[in-house]
């Protein structure tokens, strides 16, 4: 079974069309990575996967489920989680508040009881904030535990992004370019850490990025998109080889630099 199959979806805004035919299936275990240059379409293709858009045309299905125009909150309790390109955290709570608010909006149950203070919430809350003390330990965000999610370097704010997502127990992980705004030493240091909590969370993750560089690295599939159509879809030697990403890509090394 396929763990996600995008079938040939489209996103027109307008006279626009965003995504055109957009085809993906993805298997359990899998880190995919999806390139292009800016306005390729990269990112509406995760708003569409995870319920932000209804695609203009066609179908998502989630381990055989159709998901297409389902509600966000709903879509995330499925199984799917993400990052934005631009971060999102909470500033001013602490890293501790903003992993248990990735653990409150998994259970919903737990909203509920939170605001009704039923019996158990206690435990329940204390629960929570021993499995969100575990995650930050795995993730390497312990001792900023009870610093402002704002006051952290750069990079690790980006890890603790990761990890509120993670805390909503995903199996499908979309990570919009993780590595936006680091210098390269950082970013290799993230894509060692993308790995890392691959295995150690049984995951299955699709990251976007667009430095191609940076995904050949770790991606064993890579799909290249440009202009709302991927252009080419392979291992990293078959992308690294085809006219079209080469094409792609010289003619927009100028927004690069
Ligand atoms: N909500 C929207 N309304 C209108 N146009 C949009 C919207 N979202 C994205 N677009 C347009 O769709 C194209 C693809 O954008 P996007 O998916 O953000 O590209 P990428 O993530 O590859 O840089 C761009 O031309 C962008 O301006
Ligand atoms: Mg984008």
Do not use: W
């Amino acid at each position: 079974m396929d763990l996600l199959n995008v079938n040939s979806i489209t996103m027109k805004f307008g006279g626009l069309t965003a995504v055109n035919n957009f085809k993906l299936k993805v298997e359990p275990g899998e880190l995919i990575g999806l390139i292009g240059p800016n306005g390729a379409g990269k990112t509406t293709v995760f708003n569409m996967i995870t319920g932000l858009y209804t695609p203009t045309i066609n179908k998502i299905y989630f381990q055989d489920k159709d998901i297409t125009g389902v509600k966000p909150d709903k879509i995330a309790r499925e199984g799917i989680a993400r990052t934005f390109q631009n971060l999102r955290l909470m500033d001013n709570l602490t890293v501790i508040d903003n992993v248990m608010i990735g653990f409150h909006l998994h259970l919903k149950s737990n909203l509920v009881s939170a605001i009704f203070k039923f019996p158990g919430y206690a435990r329940e809350e204390e629960s929570i904030y021993g499995r969100s003390m575990e995650l930050l330990e795995k993730v390497g965000l312990e001792s900023y535990k009870l610093a402002k999610a704002g006051s952290l370097p750069y990079g690790q704010q980006r890890k603790l992004e990761i990890a509120r997502a993670l805390a909503t127990q995903p199996k499908l992980l979309l990570l919009d370019e993780p590595a936006a705004g680091m210098n390269p030493q950082e970013t290799r240091k993230l894509m060692k850490f993308i790995q890392k909590i691959q295995d150690d969370f049984n995951l299955t993750i699709f990251l976007i990025e667009h430095d191609m560089k940076v995904v050949m690295g770790i991606c064993k599939r890579i799909l290249v998109m440009d202009y709302g159509v991927t252009i080419a879809e392979g291992n990293p030697k078959e992308i690294q080889n085809s006219p079209e990403v080469i094409k792609a890509y010289l003619g927009v090394e100028a927004n690069y630099a």
